[in-house]
C-alpha cells in the first residue's frame, strides 16, 4: 500500500474536495504543499525559481484530459468516493504480506494515517521513504524496497 489511508478510525486521506472552490492555480499551489509539507511558505519564498518550476509543472498536468466530456463527472464522482472510504475496521482480515510505505512529508496520506494502518493489519510492514506524496521519485530507496517486498527479500 503506497501513499494512502484507510478512513474511518484510521484517519482519511486530506479532503481535497475542499479545495474545488479555488482557482487552478490556487489549487496546483495548495496541492504542491500538501504532496509535500517541507514546500512551505518559507521554503517557497527562499526557492521561488524551483517552485515556480513545480508550480508550472502542476498546472500543465491539471490540463491533461481537461477537455474530455466526462472529466467534471469522473472528478466529482472520485471525490465522493474519498469522502464515504473506510476500511479501516476490515483491515484486520487481510491475511498475506503487506508493506504499507509513505512519505514523511505527505501532508495528503499522513505518516499517522498510514502507521494506523500498519498496526491494524497482523504482520505488516511499514515504511517511510524521504519525500511527500510522491516519495517514490524523491527518495531514491524507495522503488528498491518496494521491488524487494514484491520480490520476497525484503529483509526482515
Not at 479532503?15 to 489549487?27: F, G, K, R
Not at 477537455?67 to 463527472?73: L, N
Request: hydrophobic share 40%.
Amino acid at each position: 500500500m503506497v501513499s494512502t489511508s484507510s478512513g474511518g478510525r484510521g484517519g482519511a486521506s486530506y479532503p481535497i474536495h475542499e479545495l474545488s472552490d479555488l482557482t487552478v492555480e490556487e489549487y496546483a499551489r495548495r496541492i504542491l504543499y500538501l504532496s509535500d509539507t517541507r514546500r512551505d511558505a518559507a521554503w517557497q519564498a527562499a526557492h521561488p525559481d524551483q517552485f515556480q518550476g513545480l508550480l508550472d509543472q502542476t498546472l500543465a498536468g491539471l490540463q491533461v484530459g481537461a477537455g474530455e466530456p466526462d472529466r467534471q463527472v469522473g472528478a466529482r464522482r472520485q471525490l465522493e468516493a474519498r469522502m464515504l472510504h473506510d476500511t479501516f475496521d476490515r483491515l484486520p482480515a487481510l491475511n498475506m504480506p503487506v508493506y504499507i510505505c509513505g512519505g514523511v512529508y505527505d501532508g495528503i496520506a499522513t505518516a499517522a494515517n498510514i502507521e494506523a494502518m500498519q498496526k491494524q493489519i497482523p504482520g505488516a510492514r511499514l515504511e517511510l521513504f524521504e519525500g511527500g506524496h510522491l516519495f517514490f521519485m524523491q527518495d531514491p530507496r524507495a522503488f528498491d524496497r518496494i521491488a524487494a517486498f514484491l520480490e520476497g527479500n525484503l529483509d526482515r
